[in-house]
């Protein structure tokens, strides 16, 4: 097993991103900014792979693969911003607790889901001065909550959580990409 040291992470086999690069480095969020510094990092980093036995991080992948951030995230972006506008027409001020607002579901975009139904989104409307985004987290779309101001701080807002994995196991597990 070894570690990022940058990241806090142990991995169960040196990571080989299989990414692609011309989406990293062009894709644009409903912003019309690039991504997030700290996600960038942490792709390059580890690429697709499972984060404390439970949280599949989205990454840009090359053309015919599954599970990457522009179809899989996109896809899970729009299922977000129905299922939150369903829950405002209903009335249900629950839905955006404890650190939402109903302009923000319109603002995130989905880019990690845990094996449990939740996910991770980017407020592309908190952009700072650096380039990052406020991350939340979502329970089967029915909460926000604020986990952290980038990548670093999310990981350890979800280790904190109880995403940490077993003792003797690793914190992030390389996966293969799937051809479609």
């Known amino acids: 097993m ?18 692609d690069e011309h989406s990293i480095e062009n ?16 792709v390059r980093s580890f690429g697709w792979g499972r984060l404390f036995g439970l949280w599949l991080v989205y990454t840009p992948v090359p053309p015919g693969h599954a599970d990457g951030l522009l179809g899989r995230g996109a896809n899970l972006t729009v299922r977000l911003r ?17 650190d939402g607002t109903w302009d923000m579901p319109q603002r995130l975009e989905v880019f990690a889901m845990s094996e449990n139904g939740d996910y991770l989104g ?24 604020r986990i952290g101001g980038n990548m670093h701080e999310a990981i350890d807002a979800l ?22």
């Open 2 to 19: 070894t570690t990022k040291a940058s990241w806090k992470l142990s991995v169960t086999q040196p990571p080989a991103p299989l990414l």
């Open 27 to 42: 894709h644009r969020l409903s912003d019309g900014k690039e991504l997030p510094p700290s996600y960038v990092s942490f």
């Open 82 to 98: 129905e299922e939150f506008q369903q829950w405002q027409n209903e009335g249900y001020d629950w839905a955006i607790e404890p």
């Open 122 to 145: 980017w407020d592309t409307g908190s952009r700072d001065e650096n380039g990052e985004v406020q991350i939340y987290h979502t329970s089967r779309f029915n909460s926000l909550t």
């Open 159 to 180: 280790r904190v959580r109880g995403g940490s994995v077993p003792f003797g196991a690793a914190d992030f597990d390389p996966l293969d990409l799937t051809m479609l």
